[in-house]
């Protein structure tokens, strides 16, 4: 499986952004796709995800209401609506794979991964 992601880049606060995140390979049919950030000298953290197959999503407490992850079947695509963008939303972002669609939070879970794009949020 590999993942390419796209769309990062520099924005204002209070402005927005759109990630994408193609997978291909022999991805299967029942799978879930996250997306993790990780900032300057700290943890990658959970951000969002979503089951390829289902219509579940997930949302880590400091993104809820501001980012919104939604998919496109026909393109094996996922997208990252980040609207309202602070500061704190610097970071290397990641999608990953996980084989199992477990919509999970838990980044061990996840078997493979993006090569990060980066957001930077300008105060």
């Known amino acids: 499986v590999q993942l390419q992601a796209s769309g990062g880049g520099l924005v204002q606060a209070g402005g927005s952004l759109r990630l994408s995140c193609a997978a291909s390979?022999?991805?299967?049919?029942?799978?879930?796709l996250g997306w993790f950030r990780q900032a300057p000298g700290k943890e990658r953290e959970f951000v969002s995800a979503?089951?390829?197959?289902?219509?579940?999503?997930r949302y880590a407490d400091p993104v809820k209401g501001r980012f919104t992850i939604s998919k496109d079947v026909t393109k094996n695509t996922v997208y990252r609506q980040m609207n309202s963008l602070k500061p704190e939303d610097t970071a290397v972002y990641y999608c990953?794979?996980?084989?199992?669609?477990?919509?999970?939070?838990?980044?061990?879970?996840?078997?493979?991964w993006g090569q990060g794009t980066l957001v930077t949020v300008s105060s």
């Open positions: 990953a794979f996980d084989y199992a669609s477990r919509v999970s939070s838990q980044r061990e879970l996840y078997r493979h």
């Open positions: 390979g022999r991805t299967g049919s029942s799978y879930a």
């Open positions: 979503i089951g390829w197959r289902s219509e579940v999503t």
